[in-house]
C-alpha cells in the first residue's frame, strides 16, 4: 500500500527516538496505532456501506426486471382472457342465430 521497505522503518523509528524520547515513545506508538486502527476501521464501514449499496441497487434492479417480466405475462393473459371471451360471445351470438329444432310432439294419451 505505501511500499515501504524494513530500511524506511528502522530510520522513522530511530527518528521517533530522537524526537519523542524513549520514556515517551511506547505510549505514542500505542496512540499512533489506536488512531490508525480507528482509520482503518472508518475505512471499512465506507466500504461495507457501498458494497452493500450496491447489492442492493443490484437487488433493485432484479426486481424491477422480475416485475417487467411479470407485466408482460400478465398482459398476455389480459390479452388471451379477452380473446377467449370475445370467442365465446361470438359462438352465443351463432348458437343464437340458428334455427331452433321443432318442439317435440307431446306423447298421445292412451284411449280409453
Known sequence: MFDIGFLELVIIAAVALLVIGPERLP???????????RIKRGFNDIRQEVEQELHNDAVMQELKKTRDQVSD????????????????ERDLRLEDDTPAPPPAEPPEKPRE
Do not use: M, N
Open 27 to 37: 505510549g505514542a506508538v500505542r496512540t499512533g496505532a489506536l488512531y490508525f486502527r
Open 73 to 88: 405475462q400478465t398482459g398476455q393473459w389480459r390479452d388471451d382472457i379477452s380473446r377467449a371471451g370475445e370467442q365465446f
